[in-house]
């Protein structure tokens, strides 16, 4: 039983938009929530991540927003680049991290 | 920036064939994990490691071991590869900060086996 759900496999946007990644989860002990990028052939790269007990979080263009009640957790990020192009995941930790599928990203000029 | 070393990139091999993938990291970090993930899925934990000495099974039930010796070094070994360990191999160490854990991947490895 899958405790991270992304369930948009793909997301199309246009250069300069925003992009808006979701992402659900089950259990109500996770404590920190995480996004990672991950390009072909390449292992996941750390962007951002949030405190249980906070709501928001901003770095540069990326930010993550948590609505416990929901549990349900989004990153935003804009303006989008092309170079945002990857696939995101969306990670969740009780003492070790649970990850979701992954949604492909793609930003076309 | 962790640096964190994989090899092989690729491995290609024969079924039967007992294989050892490596990992190494240069930051001093204690916790060490492997995953496993195939396209289109999430990442499945097989094993983790606290330090030296400490190896943990994941959540991902697994035909391979781990061994960690030296805190830089955490080789996972598939003693007898099958076609259903055609994947890709992620490492990855971690960093306690501000944010809460941190983790650090290498570049993985593509497994396949014919």
């Known amino acids: 039983d899958q405790q991270v759900k992304q369930n948009s496999p793909s997301l199309s946007v246009q250069e300069g938009r925003i992009s808006i990644l979701n992402c659900d989860y089950t259990?109500?002990?996770?404590?920190?929530f995480l996004w990672y990028k991950k390009y072909p052939a390449e292992g996941p790269t750390f962007l951002i991540s949030?405190?249980?007990?906070?709501d928001k979080n901003e770095d540069g263009r990326f930010t993550v927003f948590l609505n416990k009640s929901a549990k349900h957790l989004s990153l935003h990020i804009v303006p989008s680049q092309p170079g945002d192009s990857a696939v995101y995941f969306c990670?969740?930790?009780?003492?070790?991290?649970?990850f979701g599928k992954g949604t492909m990203l793609l930003v076309s000029p | 920036e962790a640096d964190i070393y994989q090899t092989p990139r690729y491995l290609v091999i024969g079924t039967g064939k007992k294989i050892t993938l490596e990992c190494s990291q240069t930051?001093?970090?204690?916790?060490m994990y492997w995953y496993q993930q195939d396209p289109g899925m999430e990442l499945h934990l097989i094993h983790y490691?606290?330090?030296?000495?400490?190896?943990e099974k994941g959540d991902l039930s697994s035909e391979s071991t781990v061994s960690r010796i030296r805190t830089e070094h955490f080789p996972l070994t598939l003693e007898s590869a099958r076609p259903s360990h055609t994947s890709q191999y992620l490492c990855?160490?971690?960093?306690?900060?501000?944010?809460?854990?941190?983790?650090?991947f290498g570049s993985g490895t593509q497994l396949s086996v014919l």
């Open positions: 259990n109500s002990m996770f404590d920190y």
């Open positions: 990670a969740a930790r009780t003492g070790t991290l649970t």
């Open positions: 949030i405190s249980s007990i906070k």
């Open positions: 490691s606290y330090g030296v000495n400490s190896t």
């Open positions: 930051m001093g970090h204690d916790k």
């Open positions: 990855a160490s971690s960093e306690m900060g501000t944010a809460g854990e941190k983790l650090f």
